[in-house]
C-alpha cells in the first residue's frame, strides 16, 4: 500500500527500486520548470508492504517451517489417522499413509502421499512413524512391516486406545535404535472437531535416545498437540491404563448400551437427557473394533464391567425392593407380624421383572 500526503499524481509503478518498510519523508526535487513552485513541502510515504527485491519474510518462514516440520508417515489411515492428519498438515509437517485400503484419493485431496506398499513407504524414510490401526491389528502389522528400509533411528508413535498393550509390542518387535513415543489423544473426530484446547493427551517417552536431535524430535511431534491446545498429560503406559478402563471403557460401554437402547431426542429434553444424547453420539462413530480393543487389551475392563453389572443389579434390587414392600403393604395391611411371616425370597428373572410370591402354596404359619 502506497499512501502520498502530497500528490495524488505520482505514480508507484515509477517507483520500482523504492521498497519503504517503515513512514518515510522525502524533500521533493526541485525541477526547472518555472510553472512549478519553487517550494514543496515535503511528503510522506507510508509504504508497508510493497514488492522486495529479496523476499525475506517468505524465505525466513520457509526457513523456520524446514526447520520445525517432520516427515510424519501414518500406518492406519482410516477414522482416526485422517482425522490426526489433518491437524498435522496445518502445522507444515510432510505426511505419508499407508493403509490396507486405497485411499490414493482422499490422501491426495488432503495433501498426503499415499502408499499402498510399507516398502515404498518407508523408503522415504520419515522421521516419524506413527501407528493409527486398530488395536486388533496391531500384532499382525508389526510383524510385517520392512523395519530395515528405515533409517536407524526412525521415531516410532502409537495413538492407541490402550498402552501397555502396543507398548509392550514396540518393545518386542522395533529394533533396539529405534525411539518409542507411546501416546494416547483422548478425543476423536467427534469430541474434537471443533477445536483441541483443552482435551487430554497422554504420552509415555517409553524410550528416546540420548541425542539432541532425538530429543528435539520427540519434542516437536509433541509440540503438534502442545501448539493445538491439548493438555498434555504424561503418564506411564500402565498408569494410563488403570485410569482409561474406569473412564473411557466405562463411557464406550454406556454409549453402546444407550444407543441400542434407542435413545431419541423429545420436544422436552432436559440437560441431563442431552448429555446421554451427546453422549451417543459421540461414541456411536467409532468402530466395534475398536470398543472390543478396549475390552481385550486393556485387563483392568473386565473388572469395570463387572463393576457396571453389579452396580445396574444393584440399582434395580432396591427399585423392586421397595416396589415388593408397598405390594405386600397393600395385600396383608401395614402388619409386621405378617411381614416375619412372609419374608418369602426376593427374585428377578433375568429380563430384571419381578418373580411373584407364591401366595397360593404359603400355609397359614407362614412356612
Ligand atoms: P479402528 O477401527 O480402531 O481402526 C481402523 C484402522 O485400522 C484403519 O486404518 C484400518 O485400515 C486399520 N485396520 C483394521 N484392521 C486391519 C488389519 N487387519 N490390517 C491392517 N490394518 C487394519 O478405528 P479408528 O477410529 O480409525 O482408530 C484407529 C486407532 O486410533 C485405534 O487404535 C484407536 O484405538 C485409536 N484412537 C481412536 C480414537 C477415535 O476417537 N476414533 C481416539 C483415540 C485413539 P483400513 O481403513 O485400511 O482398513
Known sequence: MLLSSATSSLNPQSLPFLSFSHSISLPLPLLPNPCRPTHFPSFQINCIDAAQPFDYESHLKNHYIQSTSLKIAILGFGNFGQFLSKAFLRHHHTLLAYSRTNYADLANQLGVSFYSDPN??????????????SILSTETLLQKLPF???????????????KEFPRNLFLKYLPPDFDILCTHPMFGPESGKASWAGLPFVYDKVRIGDGENRVKRCDKFLGIFEKEGCRMVEMSCMEHDKYAAGSQFVTHTMG?????????????????????????????GDSFDLYYGLFMYNQNALEQLERLDMAFESIKKDLFGRLHEVYRKQLFGDNGEMDKKMNLPQKLLGNGSLIEPPLDNVRQDGS
Open 120 to 133: 515404498d513407504l518407508f523408503e522415504q524414510h520419515p522421521d516419524v512413524v506413527l501407528l493409527s490401526t
Open 148 to 162: 530395515q528400509r528405515l533409517r536407524r533411528n526412525t521415531l516410532f508413535v502409537d495413538v492407541l486406545s490402550v
Open 256 to 284: 453402546r448400551v444407550l444407543e441400542k437402547f434407542g435413545l431419541e431426542s423429545s420436544p422436552i429434553n432436559t440437560k441431563g437427557y442431552e448429555t446421554l444424547l451427546n453422549l451417543v453420539e459421540n461414541t456411536k
